[in-house]
């Protein structure tokens, strides 16, 4: 069973920056692991639906961008650590949300949607006072 878990959310001011971690453990039932999975930000705001982030593949060579979020986050992973990270700069009052890290072990072909992924952490809040 693999386990995600977040950290790194807090209370910020508007223009402030935070870095979110998600640290996975454990394997799937067919002895994957972290260095094998394609990995997704998403992040569900009050009175809204969960939406996508940004996403990293295998080889952390491709990156996907919700359009709100470009030149502000950078999403990176470190396999050593078994652990990927949300960098969020300029943030915003709008960017207040509970965001979660999310594992895909497949083709990775629409690291947007949320169906497409195996395993969830349980969400850490992120709130941006104006």
């Known amino acids: 069973q693999v386990q995600l878990v977040e950290s790194g959310g807090g209370l910020v001011q508007a223009g402030d920056s935070l870095r979110l971690s998600c640290a996975a453990s454990g394997h799937t039932a067919r002895g994957h692991t972290f260095s094998d999975a394609n990995m997704g930000w998403f992040r569900q705001a009050p009175g809204k639906e969960r939406e996508f982030v940004a996403a990293?593949?295998?080889?952390?060579?491709?990156?996907y961008w919700l359009d709100s979020v470009k030149g502000r986050f950078t999403i990176s992973r470190d396999n050593a650590k078994n652990t990927v990270y949300l960098q969020m700069n300029s943030l915003k009052s709008e960017d207040t949300a509970v965001y979660y890290c999310?594992?895909?072990?497949?083709?990775?072909?629409?690291?947007?949607?949320?169906?497409?992924?195996?395993?969830w952490g349980q969400g850490t809040q992120v709130t941006v006072s104006s």
């Open positions: 990293i593949d295998v080889r952390g060579g491709t990156t």
């Open positions: 999310a594992a895909e072990y497949g083709m990775g072909y629409r690291l947007d949607r949320e169906s497409e992924y195996d395993y």
